[in-house]
């Protein structure tokens, strides 16, 4: 095999194997490095699309179980089979994973299993499983390594009784008591699918609100709804420390305010308190620049040593979201090739797969009161529009917020049954710099959840129609 390329990529996850394909379609000579046995990343393989997967599967069978009845679907007998539930995840994990090998072929990709190690600039060594390595020689390096679970000090993640992501989408019984730390998108998901199939959930946050950073006005009605869902919360509490003891897991934790101690026994405790960036020491040895423990990158995504380049999960820039590192693995391909490659960071949709969905683009409330802009607010819920009202789905409510001189749309913020589809259109308007008005004279089909929009639009100049 030739082992000569203009590219080369570590990391097949969403920036990695996105890059390698847009790099291929430049005419480059790619390789991609992958250490996993299949490609995908975090995100297909122990992320997004598992985590989707039960999501979905679970809530079917909550909605057959506790609600059908009433809408006149017989649906007494309902049981749960978690093990073929499991195999229809992996299954889709698979097909997915399958699917980007398949890409990597159709694009003449050389996909190199095993773990890539940068050498120098030029070159890059590839360890297989026997660490038997081979060494490479290419124009551009491309870092994608992506980002592994965090843990706090003094718990030790054992994927047995005290979880990552990765094992709570794995668990083989459902648990009967759940502890949670961490009230970030990642445990919400999670709590919510493991309470939907049995488990009692204990979500334990640090902060006084869950999700962080998320509009104060959508993170109150979630953790309203959440809570009616059945899922316990201890906010402003900081949990010291988690022990196994004979197969029980105990976990303590303290009020933040009042100083008082609680411990709770439970059978699995997820440790959902963030990502960090996944730096090999090859980046220490070759003195690449970090910027709080994660790599350093231009505006052309190329860190402080010329010709190596860093996208996705393991950059300082954006949030770790699948969707961003697949733009910035675009934008450095064609970057590569001369071309105008960019990514807009003021307009990366984020979504949280609960029910209802959470999804938002652009500044919250509070970031704008802290820059000092001035702008105005329009709302409209669920319970007025007419399809969330048939389909049952009347929770939550969309949110503009826009410019209080120039109209412009500055954020977007639902909570709501398709949240997480009807951001797209918003981040749209958003990159094509549309006022509320112009979104307000948009014509929307009707019955559909996104006549929500037009009229939060309208609602932005105090004339909503059916509010
Ligand atoms: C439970 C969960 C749910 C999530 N849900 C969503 C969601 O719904 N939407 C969303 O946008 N994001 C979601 N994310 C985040 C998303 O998975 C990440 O943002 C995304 O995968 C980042 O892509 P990446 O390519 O930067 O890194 P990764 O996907 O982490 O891929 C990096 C790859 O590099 C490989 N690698 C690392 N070092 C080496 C090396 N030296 N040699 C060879 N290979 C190496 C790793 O094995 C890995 O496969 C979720 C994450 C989790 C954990």
């Given at each position: 095999m030739d082992k000569n390329f203009d590219v080369i990529v570590i990391g097949g996850g969403p920036g990695g194997y996105v890059c390698a394909i847009r790099s291929a379609q430049l005419g480059f000579k790619t390789a991609c490095i992958e250490s996993r046995g299949t490609l995908g990343g975090t995100c297909l393989n122990v992320g997004c699309i598992p985590s989707k997967s039960l999501l979905n599967l679970s809530e079917n069978y909550h909605k057959a179980q506790n609600e059908f009845n009433n809408l006149g679907i017989e649906s007494s007998g309902v049981k749960l089979n978690l093990s073929k539930m499991m195999n229809n995840k992996n299954k889709s994990v698979l097909t997915l994973t399958k699917g980007v090998e398949y890409l990597f072929k159709k694009n003449k990709i050389t996909y190199l299993k095993g773990t890539g190690s940068i050498l120098s600039k030029n070159t890059v060594s590839v360890a297989d499983e026997s660490k038997k390595k081979i060494s490479y020689q290419t124009k551009n390096i491309i870092i994608s390594t992506g980002s592994i679970p965090s843990s706090l000090s003094g718990i030790k993640i054992d994927e047995n009784n005290i979880v990552s992501s990765t094992g709570a989408l794995s668990f083989n019984k459902v648990p009967k008591e759940l502890i949670i730390i961490g009230g970030g998108y990642i445990g919400l998901e999670m709590g919510s699918i493991w309470k939907r199939l049995g488990s009692k959930v204990t979500v334990i946050e640090f902060l006084d609100h869950i999700i962080p950073g998320m509009d104060k006005d959508v993170s109150n009605e979630f953790l309203k709804i959440l809570t009616k869902q059945g899922i316990n919360f201890k906010l402003d509490s900081k949990v010291t420390s988690v022990n196994v003891l004979r197969n029980k897991t105990i976990v303590d934790f303290t009020n933040n305010k009042s100083a008082k101690r609680e411990r709770i026994e439970c059978d699995k405790v997820l440790v959902a308190v963030g990502r960090k960036s996944n730096i090999g020491s090859d980046i220490v040895k070759l003195g690449i620049k970090l910027e709080k423990e994660k790599i350093k990158v231009n505006n052309k995504f190329e860190t402080n040593i010329k010709g190596i380049y860093a996208i996705g999960d393991c950059i300082h820039l954006g949030p770790m979201l699948a969707h961003k590192a697949e733009d910035e693995g675009i934008a450095v391909a064609e970057i590569i090739a001369g071309q105008a490659g960019h990514v807009n960071y003021d307009v990366i949709p984020a979504v949280i797969y609960t029910s209802p969905e959470v999804a938002s683009v652009g500044k919250t409330e509070q970031e704008l009161q802290k820059e000092s802009i001035k702008y105005k607010v329009g709302k409209f819920p669920f319970l007025a529009n007419s399809r969330a009202k048939v389909n049952n789905e009347t929770e939550g409510f969309v949110k503009i917020i826009a410019d209080e001189?120039?109209?412009?749309?500055?954020g977007v913020h639902i909570i709501g049954s398709h949240a997480g589809t009807m951001i797209a259109e918003m981040a749209l308007a958003m990159e094509f710099g549309a006022s509320s008005e112009d979104i307000a004279r948009t014509c929307h089909a009707h019955p559909t959840h996104t006549e929500a929009v037009k009229e939060a639009a309208l609602a932005v100049d105090k004339r909503p129609i059916h509010f």
């Open positions: 001189k120039t109209d412009k749309v500055l």
